[in-house]
């Protein structure tokens, strides 16, 4: 079951011009599958597989790993060294993401702060590029304020796996996949207590479909 999300305060004709861009039929999906990766870390190519925008759906076959291909995004496109999140930086990343979704309608379902990259499975009433735009900001921008990176350092790459997740059963499977699929967590309560300094922030809610919009 995924929690309800949070009731919208603001302009409701706003919202539902976004909701119904979502399908033609102006069927918003119940959540998303953001994924996105440290700079320079996890290029087109890499024997892992990676997503372009012919593939980056739910579950769907990843881009073949390509030798020749990884070799001229590594020589010729990228134009800083990679970038890995060590423990205060992954504490910090998963700290500003759970801040980010404490606003109306933003729900976080499960979250996992990698080394090389960041699982996040959500609700919203916004197009899921835009919420990863605003994970990857505010996240820079804290790592910024504790004078982690310096200005200029590239954190994350460009855009990221974006899936739409249609059904109860997508979202349960993509919220075990970030929970439990990618080994022990990387970030430890303590730092995160340490961040908060007493104050609260949202914790990953459990899942319940969303209410329709009005007029639906």
């Known amino acids: 079951m995924v929690a309800e999300p949070r009731k919208q305060c603001r302009d409701r004709q706003g919202a539902s011009g976004r909701q119904e861009a979502f399908s033609p039929g102006g069927v918003r999906p119940l959540g998303y599958l953001l994924t996105f990766t440290c700079y320079g870390t996890w290029l087109h190519g890499d024997e892992r597989g990676s997503v372009d925008r012919y593939n980056n759906s739910f579950e769907a076959d990843r881009v073949s790993p390509s030798i020749s291909r990884e070799e001229y995004v590594q020589h010729f496109r990228m ?65 910024k304020e504790a004078a982690l990176i310096e200005r200029g350092t590239k954190v994350w ?60």
């Open 79 to 143: 134009g800083h060294s990679p970038f890995k999140l060590d423990a205060e930086e992954r504490a910090i990343v998963h700290h500003s993401i759970s801040e980010t979704c404490d606003r109306p309608w933003w729900t976080l379902h499960s979250l996992n702060v990698r080394t090389n990259h960041v699982h996040a499975v959500v609700t919203g009433d916004e197009l899921p590029n835009p919420m990863g735009t605003a994970f990857k900001a505010w996240a820079t921008r804290r790592l």
């Open 157 to 216: 790459t460009r855009g990221g796996s974006t899936p739409y997740l249609w059904t109860e059963e997508n979202v349960a499977a993509a919220i075990l996949y970030v929970s439990e699929g990618q080994g022990p967590s990387l970030v430890s309560p303590e730092d995160l207590r340490r961040l908060t300094a007493g104050r609260s922030l949202p914790v990953a809610a459990p899942f319940e479909r969303p209410r329709p919009s009005l007029g639906s």
